[in-house]
């Protein structure tokens, strides 16, 4: 079955360390990546995403990813976190061209609480 | 800037009601999709639609179903709303690539916090 997994229900970091929110995937094909960020009371709001090229794609609000084909991963990271970033993090994957299908798998989400 | 308005976000319904959720996007995208997220299960799949007319089942199609009548609108019908139906509803739409696989960022409405009673 295709899946998204988030391991990590919550992350919690200081301001200005790093931060590293974990996701891995289970899909047929070359999967096509994504990273979602949802703020209390609002809908999703789109941070990045793989397709294809370098492994390290770079999204808004300073945030990065690296796909890992070997280890099945599509971490995001900031290399310093503040507060405004506290948030529900989603990870998700459509199937690539093999996998062939028009649609978003989402993990459960991992809740994001940066400390002052 | 781009919108995708979901009519209501708060609705209490009771059980048994037929219950009538609206997403309309202003970005004149072929796909839509509507998603219920409960917590600690993330965002599963109700139904989506690439065209006009045109439907699939998602993940959790059972209870519900779905019109897109013109490519703005895309509806979510609950025939005999339940008391396991309380959930947050997200409506989203993305353009439809050649290939016909999501490879375009999804935007999304802010969501319609249903309750059945």
């Known amino acids: 079955a295709q899946s998204v997994a988030q391991p990590e229900d919550q992350v919690n970091v200081a301001e200005g360390n790093p931060l590293t929110v974990k996701c891995t995937y289970s899909?047929?094909?070359?999967?096509?990546l994504f990273w979602y960020v949802q703020y209390p009371n609002r809908g999703l709001q789109f941070l990045l995403k793989y397709i294809t090229g370098d492994n390290l794609v770079k999204g808004s609000y300073g945030f990065e990813a690296e796909f890992n084909k070997s280890q099945t991963s599509f971490h995001l990271k900031k290399p310093s976190a503040l507060v405004s970033d506290s948030a529900l993090y989603f990870c998700?994957?459509?199937?690539?061209?093999?996998?062939?299908?028009?649609?978003?798998?989402f993990g459960a989400g991992t809740r994001l609480a940066v400390h002052p | 800037d781009v919108k995708v308005t979901q009519s209501s976000r708060y609705l209490v319904k009771r059980t048994g009601e037929k219950v009538f959720l609206e997403c309309v996007q202003d970005m004149d995208h072929e796909n839509m999709f509507w998603y219920r997220q409960d917590p600690g299960l993330g965002l599963r799949l109700i139904y989506f639609s690439y065209d006009v007319k045109m439907k699939e089942k998602g993940d959790i199609p059972e209870g519900y179903s779905v019109s897109r009548e013109k490519k703005e609108r895309f509806s979510l019908i609950l025939e005999s709303a339940s008391t396991n139906q309380t959930s947050m509803y997200l409506c989203?739409?993305?353009?439809?690539?050649?290939?016909?696989?999501?490879?375009?960022?999804?935007?999304f409405g802010q969501g319609t916090r249903l309750t059945v009673v």
């Open positions: 989203a739409s993305s353009f439809k690539a050649g290939t016909g696989i999501m490879n375009t960022e999804a935007f």
């Open positions: 899909v047929s094909g070359n999967p096509y």
């Open positions: 998700a994957v459509t199937p690539g061209v093999s996998g062939g299908y028009n649609k978003l798998i």
